[in-house]
Nanobody, 123 residues
Framework: QVQLVESGGGLVQAGGSLRLSCAAS????????MGWFRQAPGKEREFVST???????TFAESVKGRFTISRDNAKNTVYLQMNSLKPEDTAVYYC?????????????????WGQGTQVTVSS
């Protein structure tokens, strides 16, 4: 069992930056693929980024060049650095963990989810 707790959300102006953190419980964190997803009001949840245990990174087209993902296995934490934020980035951001060995943008492949953290970007 893995528990995920996100933090770092908040209100920021367009063009600003935020760094989200996701702290995971459990001793096998380093073996999980970690992902970030988001859900805007009235929309379905969508993929944002993922990082494998080996450090391979994948990003949604909408955030490429603006967001970066990293992980610190010693701290059982994954980060999402969000720069050049836009109003359309406003959403609840979720951290997720998957017991797979490849990058995946599919929600169904993720076994554990955090409660989410709100990110609001004002214009």
């Amino acid at each position: 069992q893995v528990q995920l707790v996100e933090s770092g959300g908040g209100l920021v102006q367009a063009g600003g930056s935020l760094r989200l953190s996701c702290a995971a419980s459990g001793r096998t964190f380093s073996s999980y693929v970690m992902g970030w997803f988001r859900q805007a009001p009235g929309k379905e949840r969508e993929f944002v980024s993922t990082i494998t245990w080996g450090g391979a990174r994948t990003f949604a087209e909408s955030v490429k060049g603006r967001f970066t993902i990293s992980r610190d296995n010693a701290k059982n934490t994954v980060y999402l650095q969000m720069n050049s934020l836009k109003p359309e980035d406003t959403a609840v951001y979720y951290c997720a963990a998957a017991r797979i060995y490849y990058s995946s943008a599919k929600e169904s492949e993720y076994d554990y989810w955090g409660q989410g953290t709100q990110v609001t970007v004002s214009s």
